[in-house]
């Protein structure tokens, strides 16, 4: 059975496996059953409000379902009126006219109803996967730095595409399944009574189904697991390489990374053919289960045609109610195996839905009074290496503190925890004498402007970069603000379409340099009340960092600045303390006068 179902799905690939792959196959479908997953109907409370916002359309849509369910169940016992009673009794044409007008009136109902439900079901379903994709981006913007520093762009968008997955539950199918059982019961009872005995034989396929279905059902569910998650792991690469190019073909390395991303595919095109085989081999077996099952109706119904014990309108009217209880039993049989794939992508779509978003404080801070706290700080990323040591510094309201200290010494650390990036392992930080972690995420995170080491700008107009923070500000306060830090001529000669231009994706279009100086006007223009520069001027040349460093002695006397820098900064400059930081711990503080 697995070799006829591989080469009916090699087909579909249009591949041809060699005998080492076939061979692997084989035996990843041997060996997939002792890696059931676990997965459970629990994890629906999920999609519960999404359902009860839409459960109008949903009742609406069932309703609609339900009639053209129904509408033509009559059918199959007319046509055994019009053999049996006209045709082959009365001959009353006028009657036959009638019946077929009432069967063409049901099939036509029939068709509208069914139109109007795939309508209702596809609109209702796309709505809520709209939505439940909307909330996972949000949620994935919600959660904690920690999580960034693991997962990668590809893998997640893969998991946002994931919830497609989801749709089923709010698809037809459902109700679908529930209709099909009462027709089920419905054709039970008419065959029951056209006749019983041959009813029993109709039945008796089912007790295969149960042996079919066991196995192939935790199979199915393990490879749909695994090829998503293969997928979405993949697709975590492919971005990273797409985003790296550069790296890759200054290495001359695009030979090797195109093997690595294609030996990805190919594994993952395996465990596709493997999930198509499973569903193969299930189709192809129900196929012939009914076949047999509608010779075996034959077979028994024939007999007791010719002995004369049924007529063969009734033979014709049990045929077709015969179709109305397999249909279900299919339907209900591949039910199991369409339902796992829609519940791992509910479990999948759940991790991260419910993964603990950023810690939130609740106080929202007004203007700055007395300034920020270090006091006995601790941190580790990992919980083992310490990255800070006993950090005890403060910076007052208008201060212009420098941290000084050689690569990798906490420098970046001290002000991801200011910025409660991460929290202390121990230790408390303090703004205005309230507990950072006590203070609401936004209110903190409103007050601080930052140029970072490694800056990322958004692939939109200069414009749009400046004003991120501030959507509605007109071009005449970024001019006026350009022209008090005397960047305006450097702005309009640097860019050819001046705020218009566009920086290209991660700034790839303008120079280093310039992408330090959007993000500083960025970070100016959110009106800070502590400026945070992370060796920001690094790539500026002496003349626009003067003008920088001018226009923050002159222009922002109140506002408190933290500057990053791993070499010395020049006695004469604006700076009111200098902190030298090494092996993450405060080694100097010197006050200047
Ligand atoms: N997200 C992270 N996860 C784990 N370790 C990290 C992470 N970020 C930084 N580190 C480690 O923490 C230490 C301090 O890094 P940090 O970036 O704070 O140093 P820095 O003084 O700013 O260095 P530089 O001058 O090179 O920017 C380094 O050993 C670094 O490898």
Redesign the pocket.
């Known amino acids: 059975m697995f070799i006829i179902s591989f080469y009916l799905v090699k087909n579909k690939y249009r591949k041809n496996y060699t005998k080492r792959e076939f061979i692997k196959m084989k035996e990843d479908f041997n060996f997939l059953t002792p890696k059931k997953e676990d997965i459970s109907l629990a994890k629906l409370k999920i999609l519960l409000p999404y359902f009860k916002i839409h459960l109008g359309s949903f009742v609406i849509a069932s309703i609609f379902l339900i009639i053209s369910s129904f509408i033509t169940i009559p059918v199959p016992y007319l046509t055994k009126i019009v053999i049996d009673k006209v045709l082959l009794g009365s001959k009353n044409a006028k009657l036959l006219v009638n019946l077929v007008i009432i069967m063409a009136i049901l099939h036509i109902a029939r068709s509208i109803f069914s139109g109007m439900t795939q309508y209702l079901f596809t609109k209702l379903n796309q709505e809520i996967i709209a939505t439940l994709k909307s909330e996972l981006f949000k949620k994935i913007l919600k959660l904690p730095f920690s999580f960034y520093?693991q997962a990668q762009t590809g893998y997640l968008l893969s998991r946002i595409g994931e919830i497609e997955g989801l749709g089923f539950f709010f698809s037809s199918t459902l109700v679908s399944q529930l209709i099909r059982l009462g027709e089920f019961i419905f054709a039970l009872f008419m065959l029951f009574y056209l006749n019983w005995k041959l009813t029993l034989v109709a039945l008796s396929i089912l007790p295969f189904y149960y042996l079919a279905l066991k196995p192939l059902s935790q199979r199915i569910t393990y490879i749909t697991k695994d090829v998503l998650e293969s997928s979405a792991k993949l697709m975590g690469k492919v971005q990273e390489r797409i985003s790296g190019a550069e790296v890759i073909k200054l290495f001359a390395t695009e030979e090797r990374e195109a093997m690595e991303i294609e030996k990805g595919f190919k594994e993952i095109s395996r465990k596709n053919v493997l999930q198509s085989i499973i569903f193969t081999l299930f189709s192809e077996f129900n196929i012939t289960l009914i076949a047999l099952g509608g010779l075996l109706i034959l077979w028994r119904g024939g007999l007791d045609i010719i002995n004369g014990s049924f007529t063969l309108g009734s033979y014709i009217a049990f045929t077709a109610y015969a179709q109305r209880l397999y249909g279900p039993i299919q339907s209900l049989a591949t039910f199991n195996f369409t339902i796992y794939p829609a519940l791992v992508s509910l479990k999948r779509v759940t991790e991260i839905m419910e993964m603990a978003k950023e810690e939130e404080g609740e106080i929202t801070i007004n203007k700055l009074k007395e300034g920020i706290s270090f006091v006995n700080v601790y941190f580790s990323?990992?919980g083992k290496n310490k990255?800070l040591e006993n950090i005890n510094l403060d910076i007052k309201v208008g201060e212009k503190v420098a941290i000084v200290?050689p690569?990798?010494?906490?420098?970046?650390?001290l002000i991801r925890l200011l910025l409660r990036m991460y929290k202390p392992s121990e230790g408390k930080i303090f703004i205005d004498s309230i507990d950072l972690g006590k203070i609401k995420l936004s209110s903190l995170r409103e007050k601080i402007g930052i140029v970072s080491?490694n800056i990322f700008l958004f692939n939109d107009t200069v414009r749009n970069n400046i004003s991120y923070a501030n959507p509605n500000i007109s071009d005449n306060e970024i001019n006026n603000l350009l022209k008090e830090m005397d960047l305006y001529q450097f702005l309009m000669e640097g860019f050819p379409n001046g705020l218009d231009t566009i920086i290209g994706e991660r700034g790839v279009k303008t120079s280093g340099g310039q992408n330090k100086i959007i993000a500083f006007l960025r970070a100016i223009l959110k009106n800070p009340e502590i400026l945070i520069l992370d060796?920001a001027t690094s790539e500026i040349d002496t003349r626009v960092e003067e003008k920088i460093f001018k226009f923050i002695k002159e222009k922002m006397k109140d506002t408190t600045c933290v500057i990053?820098t791993?070499k010395d900064l020049p006695k004469e400059t604006f700076i009111n303390k200098i902190v030298y930081?090494e092996n993450g711990k405060i080694v100097n503080i010197v006050t200047m006068i």
Do not use: C, F, R
């Not at 690569?407 to 650390?413: H, I, P, V």
């Open positions: 520093d990323y990992d990255v200290g690569n990798g010494s906490g420098k970046t650390t080491q060796e990053i791993p930081l």
